[in-house]
């Protein structure tokens, strides 16, 4: 289920410029689809983006733009045999504008493990739905995808490895002297492509942030 308030077009607009500066959501974890059995050799596990890594990539550029996220479950219990967990994820813009979706989920039953694992499942997959986002390396069923991406399985997380012509990137970054000019830059798909957008936000390197800071400041003075 979908709704908006009756006008849209502030939070529309300003959600069109956070995609566009959105890093790509990095798969930080794997497992195995549940309709599996429980004999999984020989099975090539899902990986994917838990919620705390989908929330790492879209929150902070959602906030830059005005745009908060509220989620909302509840849970009705209809018979012993059906628990029904629903996630509303809103977005709220600073217009007043907002829009909203409900992901309903089917727990397996009604234990408090069961429910918080269906909420946690949908608040995810909405989030994703209403921000666009990308998880970047989830459910990786080819070499192909494996190489573009630079994901290796390592235990329980997907580490990455720098793209080729990071260090080259990184510095172009920061020998721009206006808060502006380092947004667009990212923006730009030929100045930050997604492997290098997608390696900044796993390794959470403080730099970017750091010299963003310090350009806004120096923004606000001139």
């Known amino acids: 289920m979908f709704n908006t308030s009756d006008e849209t077009a502030e939070i529309t607009k300003a959600l069109v410029t956070a995609q566009l500066d959105m890093p790509p959501a990095v ?3 794997r497992g195995y689809e549940k309709h599996q059995s429980n004999d999984v050799s020989g099975k090539k596990p899902r990986v994917y983006a838990d919620i705390n890594a989908v929330l790492r990539a879209v929150r902070p550029t959602l906030s830059q733009h005005g745009i908060a996220i509220i989620q909302g479950p ?5 018979d012993a045999a059906c628990t029904l967990v629903s996630v509303v994820t809103r977005l709220n813009h600073t217009s007043g504008e907002w829009m909203e979706s409900t992901c309903y989920i089917r727990a397996k039953d009604d234990s408090a493990w ?3 694992s269906a909420i946690t499942y949908a ?4 989030l994703v739905a209403m921000t666009g986002c ?3 390396g989830e459910t990786i069923d080819d070499d192909a995808e494996d190489a573009q991406f630079g994901v290796k399985e390592d235990g ?3 580490t990455l490895k720098k793209p080729k012509g990071y260090d080259a990137w990184q510095k172009s970054l920061l020998n721009m002297t206006s ?17 290098m957008r997608q390696f900044l936000a796993a390794t959470q390197e403080t730099w970017f942030t750091n010299h963003r800071t310090k350009l806004e400041a120096n923004d606000a003075d001139v």
Not at 123 to 126: A, C, E, H, P, Q
Request: proline content about 3%; aromatic content about 6%.
């Open 134 to 136: 990308v998880c970047a």
């Open 114 to 116: 069961s429910i918080g």
């Open 179 to 195: 808060a502006k000019d380092l947004a667009k830059a990212f923006r730009d798909a030929k100045a930050s492509p997604q492997a």
């Open 27 to 29: 798969s930080n974890k």
């Open 74 to 78: 509840s849970v009705s219990v209809s």
């Open 156 to 158: 329980a997380v997907v």
């Open 123 to 126: 608040r995810r997959y909405g």
